[in-house]
């Protein structure tokens, strides 16, 4: 009888492992970086689109100083050849602390893998771009460091 | 009484759906970030550092009066006679206006605000300040608008061709003491111009 709890506590055991182990994730590689850009009241607002390569493109209000880089991404544990679907969304607008209300600067037209398939270690790394657009007057925004949040959902479909 | 076969079973079924629950996964989330710097485009440029050039301050009998010059944008200078405590200020030579260009970020014509501020009066030591006042902007060479008296903001654009707003600067400069003690030196302070987006 002894032998078999110990089987049983050695099955329970081994299940929780396995199933640690191959829990997903989706790590992040690196941020979606826009560029370092200015406003210039020439236009009703600006626009800067980082695609997945990091090609950034800036235009109306907006000039680049110095170009994006796209966000990097990796996701464990869908198994291995298994097509995923990539969601993205805004959580909150770019913000910088203590920047006048309104002044934000909105991401919008994701752009990912479609569709994407993991490879033979499980694996998916794949890239995300956006656009990114001024909400607020050109000339109330000020200089800084603006941050904002995205949700990334990568689902079996 | 459980059985040893009915334990065996009861183990597989157990290790059947810890299988079960260590498959593949159906979906994950992750909250990342997004950044991006934004930066000033407009620059200011001191062409020339606006500079009375040499003076001769001559106290005065007492501090009932202190006397002044005025350095135009345009260049000459005003150079009242004495005050009445026989307090004054010579210019002598090299006065010159300041000059200088906002660049407004981009080759187009865009109205600025500037305005001018924050003076700090000349000193040299610890003699007596010579204080800085009328902070005058004067006729554009580059861009258009009305000059002047710029403290509450001047409403200039820049030229469509370079982006550039260039104009001259003057002020006037004052005894802080018509009777105060003015030692031979390079007596120096500054005031601030700003430039934003109208």
Do not use: H
Request: hydrophobic share 45%; with cysteine; glycine share 10%.
């Amino acid at each position: 009888m002894r032998i078999f709890k110990a089987t049983f506590f050695a099955l329970l055991l081994s299940g929780i492992w396995l199933a640690q182990a191959s829990a997903a994730s989706l790590l992040e590689n690196q941020p979606l970086t826009f560029c370092t850009m200015g406003l210039i009241p020439i236009a009703a607002s600006g626009q800067v689109v980082v695609d997945m390569a990091g090609t950034t493109i800036a235009s109306g209000a907006a000039i680049s100083t110095s170009p994006g880089q796209a966000g990097n991404y990796t996701a464990l544990g869908f198994g291995r050849q298994t097509l995923v679907t990539i969601l993205v969304s805004q959580v909150s607008a770019l913000s910088s602390a203590g920047s006048p209300p309104g002044t934000t600067l909105s991401l919008s037209n994701f752009v990912f893998p479609d569709p994407a398939i993991t490879n033979n270690q499980s694996k998916l790394i794949f890239d995300l771009g956006a656009t990114l657009t001024t909400d607020g007057t050109i000339q109330d925004y000020v200089a800084g460091a603006y941050s904002g949040t995205i949700m990334i959902t990568v689902v079996v479909p | 009484m459980r059985t040893k076969a009915n334990f065996l079973k009861s183990s597989v079924i157990m290790a059947t759906a810890m299988a079960a629950l260590s498959g593949p996964a159906d979906a994950v989330d992750l909250v990342a970030t997004a950044d991006a710097v934004l930066v000033t485009l407009i620059t200011v440029t001191q062409n020339t550092q606006m500079t009375f050039g040499n003076i001769a301050v001559i106290p005065g009998s007492d501090d009932t009066a202190q006397a002044s010059i005025t350095l135009l944008a345009a260049g000459t200078v005003t150079d009242p006679v004495a005050e009445a405590n026989n307090a004054n200020i010579v210019a002598l030579t090299g006065a010159t206006p300041g000059n200088y260009t906002v660049f407004v970020g981009d080759t187009a014509a865009i109205p600025m605000t500037v305005t001018t501020g924050t003076i700090v009066n000349l000193t040299f030591g610890g003699n007596a300040a010579l204080n800085l006042s009328a902070i005058d902007i004067g006729t554009l060479s580059t861009g258009t608008g009305t000059s002047g008296d710029c403290s509450g903001g001047c409403i200039l654009t820049s030229a469509a061709a370079s982006g550039n707003i260039i104009f001259p600067v003057g002020a006037t400069l004052t005894q802080s003491t018509g009777n105060g003690t003015y030692a031979d030196g390079t007596y120096t302070g500054s005031f601030t111009l700003t430039a934003i987006y109208q």
